[in-house]
């Protein structure tokens, strides 16, 4: 025991300077330093050498490289006080998912003409008269057919049951 004493001792500050430089957090590379020395008392009938230091500070490394591991997996942990209410609320993808399918579908019912006119200024960010120039048309035609095209897909995702093709609708059966 006193040999232990003796020897892991005076590493101890080396030990914190270390899992400091590893983990940039005081707090954690403490903790870190006491799971350390709880598993080099634990295992000090174990070691290979008279000089333990090096077997000490490969503890240490390891015991750093699997916390790092974890924190990365699961994130770090913040009190629910601290967080942000933007931080705490997320729309489900699924949600996302069926909505941009939904899109995908209204803007396929569009004629080519308007759908065209609305992904370029819509998608694209393209100016009406840089519309009017990529299709030919003018500025007059871009500005009409955006407007019906908005209309017509508003109409389509407010109503996407009368729009569906004739004989896909659901029926009674009795």
């Not at 350390?36 to 750093?64: G, K, P, Q, Y």
């Not at 992904?119 to 019906?148: C, F, H, K, N």
């Amino acid at each position: 025991m006193d040999d232990l004493l003796s020897q892991l001792e005076p590493m101890i500050p080396a030990l914190r300077r270390y899992a400091r430089g590893l983990l940039h957090d005081a707090v954690a590379a403490d903790d870190l330093v006491q799971d350390c020395l709880e598993r080099v008392v634990a295992h000090w009938n174990r070691r290979r050498s008279e000089d333990a230091r090096a077997w000490v500070f490969t503890i240490l490394h390891n015991l750093a490289i699997n916390r790092l591991r974890q924190i990365s997996r699961r994130g770090r942990n913040v009190a629910i006080d601290d967080i942000g209410e933007d931080q705490l609320a997320h729309r489900a993808t699924q949600e996302d998912d069926l909505a941009r399918a939904e899109i995908m579908s209204a803007l396929r019912q569009l004629p080519e003409e308007q759908r065209s006119v609305l992904l370029l200024v819509s998608v694209e960010d393209l100016s009406y008269a840089q519309v009017a120039e990529v299709l030919a048309i003018p500025i007059g035609t871009v500005m009409s057919r955006l407007s019906r095209g908005r209309e017509r897909l508003r109409q389509i995702l407010e109503n996407p049951v009368s729009d569906a093709k004739p004989g896909s609708h659901l029926r009674r059966v009795k």
